[in-house]
């Protein structure tokens, strides 16, 4: 399905548990990549087995135009991206808003098992569930770089990262807008170098009563990796959070800091 710009909304009648759009591993199942805004409407479908060099499943922007859905009671599940984003794709000032999706068992070549987002703004999700999915490098659940998100009761759930990858849940990179995580939780995610729940280098996130619980790595940080960088993105709040049975094999079974300014 490809929206081609319009404001309208796609809407099934019994919802995702049986209103399937499948992309029979030929190509990335919906396109929204024309300048679409809010107003272009993807409620109560599963999106599955998509495969594309990026964004298996959904794929928002283009190189001239930034596009902004609305997506809300979808299950995207079973898509493939060779290179990024296996479930869904987000670039250039896209800013999608995702409301009670399920990310699941979605994979990529490189970053973002479930959600790859680049120089993306404003982004908002709620309800969001991240299990199963996987990524050949970083953010297994999700990937962001430059992009400023907030996610508010959003859960993370066996995510993998393989091979050199950071960020079992969640990586985050570069960002220098506003960075927010309410009432999210993080659980037996994995990640082969480093962050087994999330992995942040040279951002600036704001933790809110947030959970990290049996998360994993080889590297350093079991729960949580921070590391700055040659910008002063490196500030980090934490409050109300919540650290249990996380595991490193090197440094930092709960949280690991490098070269960043923690307040807790």
């Not at 985050?172 to 659980?187: A, G, K, M, P, R």
């Amino acid at each position: 399905i490809n929206f081609n710009g319009m404001a309208i909304t796609l809407q099934s009648e019994n919802g995702a548990a049986t209103t399937i759009i499948d992309g029979s591993q030929s190509a990335t199942v919906i396109e929204l990549s024309s300048g679409e805004g809010a107003n272009s409407v993807i409620d109560g479908f599963t999106v599955q087995n998509g495969s594309a060099g990026v964004g298996g499943g959904i794929h928002c922007g283009s190189s001239t135009a930034a596009s902004s859905p609305t997506i809300r009671n979808c299950v995207i599940t079973g898509n493939t991206a060779t290179g990024t984003g296996g479930g869904i794709y987000c670039m250039n000032g896209s800013s999608p808003s995702l409301d009670d999706c399920t990310f699941a068992y979605n994979t990529a070549g490189n970053e973002g098992g479930g959600m790859y987002c680049e120089d993306s703004s404003a982004m908002l999700l709620e309800n969001c569930t991240f299990t199963g999915n996987m990524s050949s490098s970083d953010g297994a659940g999700m990937y962001c770089k430059g992009s400023s998100a907030t996610l508010k009761n959003c859960s993370f759930t066996n995510n993998t990262a393989h091979a050199s990858g950071a960020g079992g849940g969640i990586g985050f990179y570069d960002i220098d807008d506003s960075l927010i995580l309410e009432d999210c939780t993080f659980t037996d995610n994995w990640a082969a170098w480093g962050g087994g729940g999330v992995y942040c280098s040279s951002a600036s996130p704001t933790l809110e009563n947030c959970t990290f619980i049996g998360n994993t790595t080889d590297g350093s940080g079991g729960g949580f990796y921070i590391k700055g960088g040659t910008s002063s993105i490196t500030d980090t709040l934490l409050s109300e959070c919540v650290f249990e049975d996380n595991y490193s094999s090197v440094d930092g079974g709960g949280m690991y800091c490098e070269d960043s300014s923690t307040e807790i």
